[in-house]
């Protein structure tokens, strides 16, 4: 092997150095010894040895460069022509050096594709050995680190599926749906990157401007920041409403975070805009009266825009409103069946609050058990924990907890957000009991640490007086909207001037 390889590099260098040294001779007229045969010979064809093929292993390996090379009957290698004739042959020497140039690419190549493939790199050969390919090793690049993410997510290894996901980005910055998942990852611990992560989505992907918000939306929602989410609302609701994302979400938006964060000016800055729909104005405007109307006007003026609402959202807004107001009386007249545009969750919902305000636990309790008579599934468990959280009472909260060891939901990721209300209802109570026992189901279907959850337990069993619902929410996600909305309303109530 090493004899070839040596004869290998000869050749190689022979097709450069000979040719060259042949083709002076040429040049020179031929009047000298032809600078490839032996000195001492005669010159003469079948007489003259071959300088260039001695220092070879194998001295026939050099008829690949010079065909002139013979083997006479003795076994001595001599040179078929006279000086006379001597003649290079680049063709062959250029050959034999694409010949090699060539084995060295693919050997090359090949041990690059090998050693990438064993690393887990997906990546083609054709992407390691054709040049305009290689632009395309970025892209594998941010596929390796995104799949070593998930590997890490799926392990329960947070912080190294952050670190992988990072890279991928960084690698393949137009991959919107990496970019989502990275700062969804960072929104619970690195709001500030996770934020301007979202913003760069929202502007650089405007096909998926609806998915971004809504996925922004929910980080906002989760760490309280009221003022962000006027800015976002506001801009979704100045935008013509996509068929995945209707008014009415984005109004509660808006129209919740001015309660929280008591800016009625975003309501002033908002009606000012042309660009604003005219079926969202009526209700945007009675929103900024009554702040500033005694509770027999702000009564009155929501009873007489009620059977002015043309839509199921605006009809539930008012009618949340006049429950707000203390009007529990009205809201269940409103709420009769037969009468209303509103689907039978929102009515239901509905008449279990008024009946709660106004003390009617008998009516409560038995419309309570007729919801409870169905087939348990999410729908219902959310339905019936976010009035429990609205409306704690330790009997119905025992009796939806016997119909959950009775009928329990099915244990897969589509329970998990309605297995995280039960876990807020239990809180609200609070049940210390029950709670610890949610927090124990929500372990064992989404594979958490019980140390992710202790915060909650503590903060509502032992601290209760002092805990801030901004630090808590984004351990229960995810979490109906709905659920955020009532806990809000229910531990972090912050009503507009009156």
Not at 54 to 67: D, E, I, K, N, V
Not at 109 to 130: C, H, K, M, N, P
Not at 473 to 485: A, D, S
Request: aromatic share 6%; charged share 20%; glycine share 6%.
């Amino acid at each position: 092997m090493t004899a070839w390889l040596a004869d290998s590099l000869r050749l190689l260098w022979g097709s450069l150095y000979w040719n060259a040294r042949k083709s002076a001779h040429l040049l020179q007229g031929r009047r000298r010894q032809a600078p490839c045969q032996v000195a001492s010979d005669s010159g003469r064809a079948g007489e003259t040895g071959c300088e260039a093929a001695a220092a070879y292993h194998s001295p026939g390996r050099h008829r690949m460069l010079c065909p002139l090379l013979i083997r006479r009957s003795d076994g001595a290698w001599v040179c078929s022509v006279g000086r006379e004739d001597v003649r290079p042959f680049w063709g062959r020497g250029l050959l034999l050096l694409l010949a090699a140039v060539l084995a060295a690419y693919t050997t090359t190549t090949l041990v690059g594709f090998g050693g990438l493939r064993a690393l887990g790199y997906e990546i083609s050969y054709r992407q390691v050995a054709w040049p305009p390919a290689w632009r395309e090793f970025r892209g594998v690049q941010a596929r390796f680190h995104l799949e070593r993410a998930r590997h890490a997510l799926a392990d329960g290894r947070p912080q190294d599926a952050l670190l992988s996901l990072a890279s991928a980005y960084e690698l393949n910055p137009r991959d919107y749906a990496t970019g989502l998942l990275l700062a969804q990852l960072w929104q619970n611990h690195q709001a500030l990157r996770a934020d301007t992560l979202y913003a760069r989505l929202y502007q650089d992907h405007p096909e998926q401007r609806e998915a971004t918000a809504q996925a922004w939306y929910r980080s906002l929602l989760a760490r309280g920041d009221f003022q962000a989410i006027l800015q976002l609302s506001g801009n979704r609701l100045l935008q013509p409403a996509p068929a995945t994302a209707p008014h009415p979400a984005w109004i509660q938006a808006f129209l919740f975070a001015v309660r929280q964060s008591g800016e009625l000016a975003a309501i002033d800055q908002l009606l000012a805009e042309a660009a604003l729909s005219p079926e969202l104005r009526p209700l945007l405007a009675l929103e900024r009266a009554l702040p500033e109307l005694s509770l027999a006007e702000r009564v009155a003026s929501l009873s007489a825009a009620l059977p002015a609402a043309r839509d199921p959202f605006t009809q539930h807004h008012l009618l949340r409103r006049l429950l707000a107001d203390g009007s529990a009386d009205l809201v269940l007249s409103a709420t009769l069946p037969g009468g209303s545009l509103l689907g039978d969750r929102e009515r239901v919902r509905l008449r279990l609050d008024a009946l709660a305000a106004i003390g009617r636990a008998e009516e409560r309790a038995d419309l309570f058990r007729q919801v409870l008579a169905l087939p348990m599934n999410p729908s219902i468990l959310e339905l019936l924990g976010n009035h429990l959280i609205a409306h704690p009472d330790p009997a119905l909260l025992a009796t939806l907890s016997d119909k959950l060891a009775n009928d329990p939901l099915p244990p897969n990721e589509e329970s998990l957000p309605a297995r995280h209300v039960w876990l807020a209802a239990c809180a609200a109570q609070p049940d210390a009991e029950r709670l610890r026992a949610a927090i124990d189901d929500v372990v064992r279907l989404a594979g958490r640490s019980p140390q992710a959850l202790r915060p909650v337990a503590a903060a509502v069993l032992e601290i209760r007086g002092g805990f801030r619902l901004e630090t808590l929410l984004p351990l229960l996600q995810p979490l109906p909207l709905e659920t955020t909305y009532t806990l809000y309303e229910r531990f972090a109530p912050r009503p507009l001037p009156r």
